[in-house]
């Protein structure tokens, strides 16, 4: 029996059997990883609650014949108890662990980056200190962009030429300059284009600053942009409430 | 693995939820040993439970009728509604014997990576349950039961953002308390944040 260690975040947990469960974790250093989590739906389990989706845990498992065998789990951010006081959040945490379950085919395949990109984005949805459909898009920006294929912003997706250029088209990659421009491509704003570049950058007082039109049409673009690249349709990305807490407000009243 | 048919019924067995493999073939074998008119019993509850079991058109509770046999009692508080996910909780909360009020079965949880958002469970139809009377009384309390844990705290979270807007309406959250004859160094964090948010004056 071999033991291993890792820190990882819950994405996602399926029933097996009786009281049993699969979890599906990204870890930090062994990329995902599927494993057995045995007796965790008794109501007198202590670690069931710990390997709910969005539990970012040092976990330990042994290797098992098909599939690896949790035996210990401490708690490092409980993300999951910010995240389900809030609706809007809990939506966009879920797109974000969807995308990352997405976005890791290969067990073991190491994923270091993406799972620091996955911590980040929830610790930021859980605190609540930034809009969420923000912190989303920023994610799925950055996400697409380790795996090699973030939409052209700042210069024309076909040819290279720097922009920015008034017209958008998926398939070909991002935003096209006048003579790449095939037909049937978007006219994004300027002001969005910008926005989804800050969002990449991580550039957060322009993205903060940006108009609530072009945070729908940034998230618009965003979200198509992704579809395209993936085989199936995320499921959770049409379920993310996407209204944009106004920018004015100083005191969030509103926390529902 | 077995031949043919024993293999098929371990098979058809292994896809209900809650039984595993090993389960499987211990059902699949009793069956296998069982009294022929055990057997013909089982497999007409089984085709009746298709036939004839429909869901309640006011709490979505299964039924017997076009509405349930709770919903039906007059006797039961028409004023105050437990919202749970599934009619297995009905069952729990009905073996307390604790609560007298009525029910309301949304079908599921808010679970954005299986794809069901408010519109695939019973949400409208909660919402239009509030505000009719039934035998001349309106509900004013709703008492969220969903489950402790993640899907079913977003659910109970969601339905009481659209609740607070019904002015005059008490909308509860059942109280998740740490298990008895437990330390509470050993409690998980999202039980013992629970047990701090609802804690009560003593
Ligand atoms: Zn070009
Ligand atoms: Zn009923």
Same mark, same amino acid.
């Given at each position: 029996?071999?033991?291993?260690?890792?820190?990882?975040?819950?994405?996602?947990?399926?029933?097996?059997?009786?009281?049993?469960?699969?979890?599906?974790?990204?870890?930090?250093?062994?990329?995902?990883?599927?494993?057995?989590?045995?007796?965790?739906?008794?109501?007198?389990?202590?670690?069931?609650?710990?390997?709910?989706?969005?539990?970012?845990?040092?976990?330990?498992?042994?290797?098992?014949?098909?599939?690896?065998?949790?035996?210990?789990?401490?708690?490092?951010?409980?993300?999951?108890?910010?995240?389900?006081?809030?609706?809007?959040?809990?939506?966009?945490?879920?797109?974000?662990?969807?995308?990352?379950?997405? %976005?890791?085919?290969?067990?073991?395949?190491?994923?270091?980056?993406?799972?620091?990109?996955?911590?980040?984005?929830?610790?930021? %949805?859980?605190?609540?200190? &930034?809009?969420?459909?923000?912190?989303?898009?920023?994610?799925?920006?950055?996400?697409?962009?380790?795996?090699? $294929?973030?939409?052209?912003?700042?210069?024309?997706?076909?040819?290279?030429?720097?922009?920015?250029?008034?017209?958008?088209?998926?398939?070909?990659?991002?935003?096209?300059?006048?003579?790449? &421009?095939?037909?049937?491509?978007?006219?994004?704003?300027?002001?969005?284009?910008?926005?989804?570049?800050?969002? %990449?950058?991580?550039? $957060?007082?322009?993205?903060?600053?940006?108009?609530?039109?072009?945070? &729908?049409?940034?998230?618009?673009?965003?979200?198509?942009?992704?579809? $395209?690249?993936?085989?199936?349709?995320?499921?959770?990305?049409?379920?993310?409430?996407?209204?944009?807490?106004?920018?004015?407000?100083?005191?969030?009243?509103?926390?529902? | 693995?077995?031949?043919?048919?024993?293999?098929?019924?371990?098979?058809? /067995?292994?896809?209900?939820?809650? #039984?595993?493999?090993?389960?499987?073939?211990?059902?699949?074998?009793?069956?296998?040993?069982?009294?022929?008119?055990?057997?013909?019993?089982?497999?007409?509850?089984?085709?009746? *439970?298709?036939?004839?079991?429909?869901?309640?058109?006011?709490?979505?509770? *299964?039924?017997?009728?076009?509405?349930?046999?709770?919903?039906?009692?007059?006797?039961?508080?028409?004023?105050?509604?437990?919202?749970?996910?599934?009619?297995?909780?009905?069952?729990?909360?009905?073996?307390?014997?604790?609560?007298?009020?009525?029910?309301?079965?949304?079908?599921?949880?808010?679970?954005?990576?299986?794809?069901?958002?408010?519109?695939?469970?019973?949400?409208?139809?909660? /919402?239009?349950?509030?505000?009719?009377? #039934?035998?001349?009384?309106?509900?004013?309390?709703?008492?969220?039961?969903?489950?402790?844990?993640?899907?079913?705290?977003?659910?109970?979270?969601?339905?009481?953002?659209?609740?607070?807007?019904?002015?005059?309406?008490?909308?509860?959250?059942?109280?998740?308390?740490?298990?008895?004859?437990?330390?509470?160094?050993?409690?998980?964090?999202?039980?013992?944040?629970?047990?701090?948010?609802?804690?009560?004056?003593?």
């Amino acid at each position: 029996m071999s033991l291993y260690r890792d820190t990882g975040v819950v994405l996602r947990v399926q029933k097996l059997g009786e009281a049993d469960r699969i979890i599906t974790m990204l870890t930090r250093r062994h990329g995902k990883v599927r494993a057995v989590a045995k007796g965790v739906r008794r109501m007198t389990s202590r670690f069931g609650a710990r390997l709910e989706p969005f539990g970012h845990v040092d976990v330990q498992f042994y290797t098992g014949r098909t599939l690896d065998v949790v035996t210990q789990v401490q708690t490092l951010d409980a993300f999951g108890v910010g995240l389900v006081n809030d609706y809007q959040r809990y939506t966009a945490g879920c797109a974000v662990l969807e995308t990352a379950d997405r %976005l890791t085919l290969e067990q073991g395949e190491p994923a270091f980056r993406l799972y620091l990109l996955v911590t980040g984005a929830l610790r930021a %949805l859980a605190e609540g200190s &930034r809009d969420a459909s923000l912190v989303l898009d920023a994610f799925l920006l950055r996400a697409m962009s380790f795996a090699g $294929w973030a939409p052209a912003l700042t210069e024309c997706a076909r040819c290279g030429v720097p922009g920015p250029h008034p017209a958008f088209n998926v398939p070909a990659g991002g935003s096209v300059c006048p003579r790449c &421009r095939p037909p049937g491509s978007a006219s994004p704003a300027e002001e969005t284009l910008s926005l989804l570049a800050a969002l %990449l950058h991580g550039e $957060w007082s322009v993205a903060e600053a940006a108009s609530a039109g072009a945070r &729908r049409e940034g998230s618009g673009l965003v979200a198509a942009h992704l579809q $395209w690249h993936l085989e199936r349709q995320l499921r959770s990305l049409p379920l993310v409430e996407r209204r944009a807490k106004p920018l004015a407000a100083a005191v969030d009243k509103d926390n529902g | 693995m077995y031949e043919g048919p024993v293999q098929d019924l371990i098979d058809e /067995l292994g896809r209900l939820p809650g #039984v595993g493999p090993k389960s499987a073939q211990r059902i699949a074998f009793h069956l296998l040993a069982a009294d022929p008119a055990d057997v013909s019993r089982l497999q007409e509850a089984l085709q009746r *439970v298709k036939e004839g079991v429909m869901f309640c058109e006011v709490c979505g509770n *299964v039924s017997e009728q076009n509405t349930c046999r709770i919903c039906r009692d007059p006797r039961r508080e028409a004023s105050v509604v437990c919202v749970v996910e599934e009619p297995k909780d009905v069952l729990a909360i009905e073996r307390t014997r604790e609560f007298k009020g009525r029910y309301h079965v949304l079908g599921g949880s808010l679970d954005p990576m299986s794809g069901i958002g408010p519109d695939q469970l019973r949400v409208r139809e909660l /919402l239009s349950r509030i505000g009719q009377q #039934v035998n001349g009384v309106d509900i004013s309390e709703v008492i969220l039961a969903t489950d402790p844990n993640t899907e079913g705290e977003a659910t109970a979270t969601y339905l009481g953002r659209l609740l607070r807007e019904f002015p005059g309406l008490t909308v509860t959250r059942l109280a998740s308390g740490l298990p008895m004859g437990g330390d509470l160094e050993f409690a998980d964090e999202l039980t013992l944040g629970r047990a701090l948010s609802g804690r009560r004056a003593v």
